[in-house]
């Protein structure tokens, strides 16, 4: 085996794009995984069984199923009712509909923790509902589970991948691509091995630092 | 004050005459089988500082817990004052209370908690500012000016800036206590305040609650184990015992010559 510097700066310009897809359906579908996962979490814990017990159903299953089937369904089965989306869209919809059901039980996690107390101190106020979540439980509940919700986030760097499946050009998406026209599989998947590294590292420092801020 | 636990007496009694500003009639609350308070009936006027004893389980907490609505009872009606508490009146009937009927109601009652139960994300100024902002609609300089006169009364002012998680037990539940009167309520309900503190913080908080029983006109429902602090500044004690009023009061009277002899027992155990 050889290793081939110009294969390595051949490979430059297609991991830019590479590694730009990456990120936008990483971010992007964190902030779907984060929000969504929030909604579930409230809506579980609804006195009505009209929202609870359907966003259980949909919540268990979507945890339950590989996301390759989910973004199969989303990119190839959807288009039969005439809905269609990009690749990058379906795999950011995948991607943060899928983790949003993990950050669920997180958050879940996170609001059972927080003491009985405080929510009779706020019935006790008078607060309104709506100010109870939003100044009192979700800032204590949300402090405590961005650990949980950080290793979320790496998690999803690493199925990124599965973006390829449905035709979104990310980092591997690149690299096979590159490598079937110069038959040179080597160097751009050692690249692409090591931009992982190089994104998932400091984002792990990131939310260590971030814990340390929050957690007190 | 009066306390009536033998017959639900006919009283239809639309004159309220603002003098009782607490009401409970016939209140039945189980847990299970277990019965708490057995068809309860007592009232306390305005203004009186009134002090609930007895031993633990005898359903004192659960007092103070119904009237913030923190638990339902089975049966009965609890008035606050003039207006049903847990019930509201539609079409000339009586039905179980809406949130918001119980919320108007519960804004004439303070409580302070056994832990404190201060907002750990906020500062000491805003635990008191939020509801009086938020929940009264006070303009927020309004609320900040409030928090600064309660925060002297209870002798705190230097603190405002800290986080509750800085504070000692006694200077927590002492923010707990201006955090209550910041919505001006007409009742205060103190459940077991002293009881998660140091020995030593403990004198504390109960010279600011004396301060407050003896300089302002509000009405004080107090469930304590703090006998010196119930004689200090109650005009009436009532004696607990498995749900039920057994005897009641001036303190000089329970203190020194309780007529029932579970009373004695109880003061002899705790004094």
């Known amino acids: 085996m050889k290793w081939d ?21 990483l971010v992007l579908g964190s902030l779907i995984a984060f929000a969504l996962g929030l909604v579930w979490a409230m809506a579980q814990r609804s006195n009505l069984k009209v929202i609870s017990w359907p966003v259980m159903v949909i919540t268990e299953f979507i945890r339950n199923t590989p996301l390759l089937v989910q973004l199969f369904f989303l990119y190839y089965v959807l ?138 | 004050m009066s306390t009536d636990s033998s017959t639900s007496k006919e009283t239809r009694n639309p004159a309220v005459d603002g003098t009782e500003l607490i009401e409970f009639k016939d209140v039945t609350k189980r847990f299970g089988n277990n019965v708490v308070l057995d068809n309860l009936c007592f009232n306390v006027d305005s203004g009186k500082h009134v002090t609930l004893i007895g031993p633990s389980g005898s359903g004192k907490t659960t007092i103070l817990r119904l009237l913030m609505t923190l638990v339902k009872p089975e049966e009965g ?86 986080y509750p998680s800085q504070l000692s037990g006694g200077q927590q539940q002492r923010v707990a206590i201006a955090r209550a009167l910041a919505m001006r309520p007409q009742v205060l309900l103190l459940d077991e305040v002293t009881s998660a503190l140091d020995p030593e913080l403990v004198a504390g908080v109960l010279d600011v609650l004396r301060d407050i029983a003896h300089t302002t006109d509000i009405t004080m429902l107090c469930v304590t184990h703090e ?27 329970i203190f020194s010559d309780p007529e029932h002899e579970r009373t004695r027992e109880f003061l002899s155990a705790v004094l």
């Open chain 2, 77 to 162: 009606t609890i008035k606050v004052a003039g207006d049903y508490l847990t019930h509201e009146q539609r079409d000339g009937k009586l039905v179980p209370a809406s949130e918001r009927h119980s919320r108007e109601v519960r804004k004439n009652i303070g409580m302070v908690f056994q832990q404190f139960n201060l907002f750990p994300n906020m500062r000491v100024l805003r635990n008191i500012t939020e509801a009086p902002v938020h929940v009264l609609g006070l303009p927020k300089d309004e609320a900040e000016q409030r928090a600064r006169e309660l925060l002297e009364l209870v002798g705190l002012t230097e603190h405002i800036d800290k």
């Open chain 1, 79 to 216: 288009p039969e009712w005439n809905v269609t989306f990009s690749a990058l869209v379906t795999g950011v919809i995948g991607l943060g509909l899928h983790y949003s059901t993990y950050t669920a039980e997180v958050y879940r996690a996170g609001i059972d923790g927080v003491p009985v107390g405080q929510w009779e101190a706020c019935t006790a106020l008078s607060l309104p509902r709506t100010r109870t979540w939003s100044a009192v439980i979700l800032p204590q509940a949300i402090r405590r589970v961005v650990p949980a919700l950080g290793n979320y986030v790496i998690a999803m760097l690493k199925d990124s991948p599965m973006l390829m499946t449905i035709g979104a050009l990310e980092m591997l998406g690149q690299a096979r691509q590159f490598s079937a026209e110069t038959f040179q599989p080597t160097e751009p998947v050692t690249v692409i091995g090591i931009v992982f590294i190089l994104i998932a590292y400091p984002a792990s420092l990131l939310m260590r630092a971030l814990e340390r801020r929050l957690v007190h």
């Open chain 2, 227 to 253: 006998m010196n602090f119930a004689r200090d500044i109650s005009d009436d004690v009532l004696m607990f015992d498995a749900g039920r009023v057994i005897e009641s009061g001036s303190p000089e009277k």
């Open chain 1, 5 to 25: 510097w110009s294969a390595v700066s051949d490979f430059m310009p297609r991991l830019l794009d590479g590694v730009l897809v990456t990120l936008q359906a």
